[in-house]
């Protein structure tokens, strides 16, 4: 039996990533339970298990002393003697007891109890795999949808991932795998819980750093990236070592990168800018796609105008404000955009009314006249 305990235990903690020594520890709890049940929950009931040879040891205790008031528990001096001499009062004597009869009660307590340690422990083990891991990506199977969540299979652990936290135009179904970043791992009454999302800005970030060497060994670095989940990203990239192109590397030869990291966010444009400490250049680059003519700014209110083509307003505006609005916050920014046509005409009636007023400080020198003494 105890060669066999041995072979459960050693497969329970490889099955379930958990240290055999917790797995003892539970079986111990567990059995001991049992037995103090079946003997109306004394506490002089004790257990272990040898941790090599996983053999066990039941026994009781009780308390050697003058008089005997509690059977169950004391043992008298003289009868304590007989079993060993050097006993004296105060001291405790052990006595054995038969495992074998702990019955069907007893033995369903202890299954019941181990199961739990073993749950416990599992979630422990969880727990600990995954609280460091928070902003990695991981990859899973969608095994269920449920009430606004879909539930994915990471191996040991299950990850929720909320819809609102999925792409606008995709619908996952069960046995599709997909990648996502970890947002958050707690500890609920139900066990961790691992949350991802495939909407934050910093899960492009992650895709890109699996995809692209460079950024993953510290050569090229993100130096802000913002998002319209499903619609655009817009990620600044900066190498201290002028050899390395910074959006070269983050394309690829001949865009496999960015194309790779493209289809798992099934079509989401990206803009890849090199960062600069220009703040015209920088403004200019992050209005990409869209060509830029001229840009006035206001360093003390960190705000900007900017003038394009006229064919080229529509672009650096995007849809519903998208392409400006993500500019914004790629560069910290307050931006105007205006057309060439908007620009001509309001230079024009700044210099009209530069103009009117040189004219009337003329007229005002004319009126100016000698005064007779």
């Given at each position: 039996?105890t060669?066999?305990?041995?072979?459960?235990i050693?497969?329970?903690?490889?099955?379930?990533?958990?240290?055999r020594?917790i797995?003892i520890?539970a079986?111990?709890?567990?059995l001991?339970?049992?037995?103090?049940?079946k003997?109306?929950?004394?506490?002089?009931i004790?257990?272990?298990?040898?941790?090599?040879?996983?053999?066990?040891k039941?026994y009781?205790?009780?308390?050697?002393v003058a008089?005997v008031?509690?059977p169950?528990?004391?043992?008298?001096?003289?009868?304590?003697?007989?079993?060993?001499?050097?006993?004296?009062?105060?001291d405790?004597?052990e006595?054995?007891?038969?495992l074998?009869?702990?019955?069907?009660?007893?033995?369903?307590?202890a299954?019941?109890?181990?199961?739990q340690?073993v749950r416990?422990?599992?979630?422990?083990?969880?727990f600990?795999d995954f609280?460091?891991?928070?902003?990695?990506?991981?990859s899973?199977?969608?095994m269920?949808?449920?009430?606004?969540?879909y539930?994915l299979?990471l191996?040991?652990?299950?990850?929720?991932?909320?819809?609102?936290?999925?792409l606008?135009?995709?619908n996952?179904?069960?046995?599709?795998?997909v990648?996502?970043?970890?947002?958050d791992?707690?500890?609920?009454?139900?066990g961790?819980?691992?949350?991802?999302?495939?909407?934050?800005?910093l899960?492009?970030?992650?895709?890109?750093r699996?995809?692209?060497?460079?950024?993953?060994?510290?050569?090229?670095?993100?130096?802000?990236?913002?998002?319209?989940?499903?619609?655009?990203?817009?990620?600044?990239?900066?190498?201290k070592?002028?050899?390395i192109?910074?959006?070269?590397?983050?394309?690829g030869?001949?865009?496999?990168?960015v194309?790779?990291?493209?289809?798992?966010?099934?079509?989401?444009?990206?803009?890849?800018?090199?960062?600069?400490d220009d703040?015209r250049?920088?403004?200019?680059?992050?209005?990409?796609p869209?060509?830029?003519?001229?840009?006035?700014?206001n360093e003390?209110?960190?705000t900007?105008m900017?003038v394009?083509?006229?064919?080229?307003?529509s672009?650096?505006i995007?849809k519903?404000?998208q392409?400006?609005?993500l500019?914004m916050?790629?560069t910290?920014?307050?931006i105007d955009?205006?057309?060439?046509?908007e620009y001509s005409?309001i230079?024009?009636?700044?210099?009209?009314?530069a103009?009117?007023?040189?004219l009337?400080?003329?007229?005002?020198?004319?009126?100016?006249?000698p005064?007779?003494?």
């Amino acid at each position: 039996m105890t060669k066999e305990l041995c072979n459960v235990i050693d497969q329970i903690s490889r099955e379930k990533g958990i240290s055999r020594e917790i797995l003892i520890e539970a079986l111990e709890s567990a059995l001991l339970s049992a037995v103090r049940k079946k003997y109306g929950g004394r506490s002089n009931i004790f257990l272990s298990i040898d941790r090599q040879k996983c053999n066990i040891k039941l026994y009781e205790t009780k308390t050697v002393v003058a008089a005997v008031q509690v059977p169950f528990e004391e043992i008298s001096v003289k009868d304590a003697k007989a079993i060993d001499p050097q006993k004296n009062e105060g001291d405790t004597v052990e006595f054995p007891l038969d495992l074998h009869d702990l019955g069907r009660i007893a033995a369903q307590t202890a299954k019941q109890v181990i199961f739990q340690r073993v749950r416990e422990a599992e979630r422990d083990v969880i727990f600990n795999d995954f609280k460091d891991k928070t902003g990695q990506i991981v990859s899973g199977v969608i095994m269920r949808r449920e009430k606004g969540f879909y539930y994915l299979n990471l191996g040991k652990a299950e990850a929720v991932l909320p819809i609102k936290e999925t792409l606008p135009s995709e619908n996952l179904k069960r046995g599709d795998t997909v990648k996502a970043i970890i947002d958050d791992v707690r500890i609920t009454a139900k066990g961790p819980e691992i949350s991802v999302s495939r909407t934050s800005p910093l899960f492009v970030a992650g895709l890109f750093r699996m995809e692209v060497p460079e950024i993953n060994e510290g050569l090229v670095l993100i130096k802000n990236i913002v998002r319209e989940p499903g619609e655009r990203t817009k990620i600044a990239v900066y190498s201290k070592d002028n050899a390395i192109d910074p959006v070269g590397s983050c394309v690829g030869m001949k865009g496999t990168r960015v194309q790779t990291i493209v289809r798992e966010l099934r079509g989401e444009r990206i803009d890849i800018i090199p960062w600069t400490d220009d703040p015209r250049m920088l403004i200019a680059r992050a209005l990409s796609p869209a060509a830029i003519d001229k840009i006035g700014i206001n360093e003390d209110g960190k705000t900007a105008m900017v003038v394009v083509n006229d064919q080229q307003l529509s672009l650096a505006i995007g849809k519903k404000g998208q392409n400006v609005r993500l500019a914004m916050k790629l560069t910290g920014w307050d931006i105007d955009i205006i057309s060439d046509t908007e620009y001509s005409k309001i230079r024009m009636e700044e210099t009209d009314k530069a103009l009117e007023s040189s004219l009337k400080k003329e007229n005002q020198k004319k009126d100016i006249l000698p005064v007779d003494g």
